[in-house]
């Protein structure tokens, strides 16, 4: 047990050795520089720290067509809420930290999240298919974007 030890302890004092050999040092010291990886010039300034820090919204299609006039305020919230990820269901409550056993309440079979309440559940694919009815329209519930 312990000249195998030794070995490998020796084997990796050679591997260091051979790597700090191959190290290349300058013969005049060179001035420390600070150098920031993400501009172009290396130069780190306000501005592109609070760019660094604060990217760009990222340009998504579908906000302007619920944020129209046609459209009351309440149900373009409601629908920007479930778009991104953001209604208070059992699924983001558990993300946030909330302890709860999670049941869908309009089949108590499957667990609470967005995509069943709204897409999935027979509930919801009844209103949509009557909603199509209505419209004299098929509404496909497979292609959700992000959701």
Not at 45 to 63: D, H, R
Not at 72 to 79: A, D, E
Request: proline share 8%; glycine share 4%.
């Amino acid at each position: 047990m312990g000249i195998g030890i030794f070995l490998i302890s020796t084997m990796i004092i050679l591997t260091l050795r051979n790597k700090l050999w191959r190290l290349l040092f300058p013969v005049t010291p060179l001035p420390d520089k600070r150098v920031w990886i993400h501009a172009s010039d290396g130069i780190l300034s306000a501005k592109l720290a609070f760019q660094f820090l604060n990217p760009p919204p990222l340009k998504l299609e579908w906000p302007s067509s619920i944020w129209c006039p046609c459209i009351p305020p309440s149900h373009s919230f409601f629908f920007w809420w479930l778009m991104l990820s953001k209604m208070p269901t059992d699924e983001n409550l558990q993300l946030r930290g909330c302890t709860l056993v999670s049941i869908c309440i309009l089949c108590y079979k499957h667990a609470e999240n967005s995509a069943h309440i709204f897409l999935d559940s027979e509930f919801s694919k009844s209103i949509w298919n009557w909603q199509g009815m209505k419209l004299n329209h098929t509404i496909s519930l497979t292609s959700s974007p992000e959701m």
